[in-house]
């Protein structure tokens, strides 16, 4: 069974910075991608940041330069830092994985909030 749990969401002013954590069991972790997905109220789920299981990443350009993702695989985790948050940054954050058996998984997201 599949479980990504997510944590580190918040209440932030502009300017401000939030590290978002995943935990995640069921998978062989080491052996998969692993994404952050954002979704703000009324929009489409976009993806934010996505690092391969050999550590390559690549971001959306509305957060290059800003965020950076990270993974261990001894801990089955993967992060998300977040520094020079925006408003338009506000949206719930969810953890995603495709497994090796081509099943998407989800976590059930953290909220982000920035205040102007």
């Known amino acids: 069974q599949v479980q990504l749990v997510e944590s580190g969401g918040g209440l932030v002013q502009a300017g401000g910075s939030l590290r978002l954590s995943c935990a995640a069991s069921?998978?062989?972790?080491?052996?998969?991608?692993m994404d952050w997905y954002r979704q703000a109220p009324g929009k489409r789920r976009e993806l934010v940041a996505r690092?391969?299981?050999?550590?390559?990443?690549n971001y959306a350009d509305s957060v290059k330069g800003r965020f950076t993702i990270s993974r261990d695989n001894a801990k089955n985790t993967v992060s998300l830092q977040m520094d020079s948050l925006k408003p338009e940054d506000t949206a719930v954050y969810y953890c995603?994985?495709?497994?090796?058996?081509?099943?998407?998984?989800w976590g059930q997201g953290t909220q982000v909030t920035v205040s102007s």
């Open positions: 995603h994985v495709l497994s090796l058996a081509n099943y998407n998984y």
């Open positions: 690092i391969t299981s050999v550590g390559a990443t």
């Open positions: 069921g998978i062989i972790f080491s052996a998969v991608a």
